[in-house]
Nanobody, 123 residues
Framework: QVQLVAAGGGSVQTGGSLRLSCAAS????????MGWFRQAPGKERERVAGISIYSATVYADSVKGRFTISRDNAKNTLYLQMNSLKPEDTAVYYC?????????????????WGQGTQVTVSS
């Protein structure tokens, strides 16, 4: 069975940093399009970063220059490095895997999801 376990969330002040991790079992992140999504209260879930099987990366405009998505193939783990955090980044963050070779920003295009980890940025 495929399992994605997200971790690393917490509470930080504006300008701080966090690194989220997503440990995968049952699939290799290097063989799937992987994504990080977030959902704030009252808002729809949105993709903030994606990485393809060729390691091409894509970011939402709101996080470009601040967030970095990466994989550690040896550890079978996906990461999201978040720097210069802002209060608007406050949300539950989810890792997800798409069971197709191509990537998409659409939530409906992802087949496997982690449980989510809370990120809170205070002003």
């Amino acid at each position: 069975q495929v399992q994605l376990v997200a971790a690393g969330g917490g509470s930080v002040q504006t300008g701080g940093s966090l690194r989220l991790s997503c440990a995968a079992s049952g699939l290799a992140p290097s063989s799937y399009c992987m994504g990080w999504f977030r959902q704030a209260p009252g808002k729809e879930r949105e993709r903030v970063a994606g990485i393809s099987i060729y390691s091409a990366t894509v970011y939402a405009d709101s996080v470009k220059g601040r967030f970095t998505i990466s994989r550690d193939n040896a550890k079978n783990t996906l990461y999201l490095q978040m720097n210069s955090l802002k209060p608007e980044d406050t949300a539950v963050y989810y890792c997800a895997a798409r069971n197709y070779p191509t990537c998409t920003p659409d939530v409906s295009g992802y087949n496997y999801w982690g449980q989510g980890t809370q990120v809170t940025v205070s002003s």
